[in-house]
T-cell receptor
C-alpha cells in the first residue's frame, strides 16, 4: 500500500515559468491537502480538495496559484509565472478522516 | 494571526533524559491535536494525537498532555534517543473543518 506520492521531488524553474506539482493520495483516501513550508517557517495550509471539488482554498494566494483534483489522476498544484518568493517545499497530504499522511514533498527552486 | 504557537524554536537534551516540547493555541474551537515529526528533506510523519475529551494520551515513549483551560499541550519523550532528533510540529483542528493548523516547529537535538 503505497503512501502519498509526490513528484517531482525537486523542481527548478526560471522566473516567469509555470510549475506543476503532482500528488497521488493513498489508496482509498479521497481528501487531499496542500501545504507550503517557506524557509525557517512552519507548514502553511493552502487548499483542501476532494475529488472534482475545492472544499477550502482560504490559504491559496489570490493570483497565479490553482489546484485541482480530477476524477481520474493525481491532484495538481499549478503555479503560473513563478517568482523567487515561491521557492519553498510543497507538501501534499491525504486522509480518509481527521489526521493526515504526508508525502515527501516537492522542493521548488525559482532561479 | 498565529493560532498555534510553538515558542521554543529549538531544544537540546541529553540522551536518556526527558524531552518536553510545548505548544499553545488560541482558538477554543480546536478539539483535536496532533504532533508530527519531520526529518530534513522528508514529509512530516504523524506521531501521536489527542482529542479534547482527554487530557493525556500515551504511546510508548511518547505522551501528549492537554490542558484545555490553559489552551496548552505538551509532548513528552522519555527516554530521549539520538534518533529523536528532528523538527516537531504541533497541529490542531476543529470539528467543522478537516484543515490542520500547524505551529512553527521546535527543533529537538538529542546528544549522547
Amino acid at each position: 500500500n503505497a503512501g502519498v506520492m509526490q513528484n517531482p521531488r525537486h523542481l527548478v524553474r526560471r522566473r516567469g515559468q509555470e510549475a506543476r506539482l503532482r500528488c497521488s493520495p493513498m489508496k482509498g483516501h479521497s481528501h487531499v491537502y496542500w501545504y507550503r513550508q517557506l524557509p525557517e517557517e512552519g507548514l502553511k495550509f493552502m487548499v483542501y480538495l476532494q475529488k472534482e471539488n475545492i472544499i477550502d482554498e482560504s490559504g491559496m494566494p489570490k493570483e497565479r496559484f490553482s489546484a485541482e483534483f480530477p476524477k481520474e489522476g493525481p491532484s495538481i498544484l499549478r503555479i503560473q509565472q513563478v517568482v523567487r518568493g515561491d521557492s519553498a517545499a510543497y507538501f501534499c497530504a491525504s486522509s480518509p478522516a481527521r489526521g493526515y499522511t504526508f508525502g515527501s514533498g516537492t522542493r521548488l527552486t525559482v532561479v | 494571526d498565529q493560532q498555534v504557537k510553538q515558542n521554543s524554536p529549538s531544544l537540546s537534551v541529553q540522551e536518556g533524559r526527558i524531552s518536553i516540547l510545548n505548544c499553545d493555541y488560541t482558538n477554543s474551537m480546536f478539539d483535536y491535536f496532533l504532533w508530527y515529526k519531520k526529518y530534513p528533506a522528508e514529509g512530516p510523519t504523524f506521531l501521536i494525537s489527542i482529542s479534547s475529551i482527554k487530557d493525556k494520551n500515551e504511546d510508548g515513549r511518547f505522551t501528549v498532555f492537554l490542558n484545555k483551560s490553559a489552551k496548552h499541550l505538551s509532548l513528552h519523550i522519555v527516554p530521549s534517543q539520538p534518533g529523536d532528533s528532528a523538527v516537531y510540529f504541533c497541529a490542531a483542528s476543529d470539528r467543522d473543518t478537516d484543515k490542520l493548523i500547524f505551529g512553527t516547529g521546535t527543533r529537538l537535538q538529542v546528544f549522547p
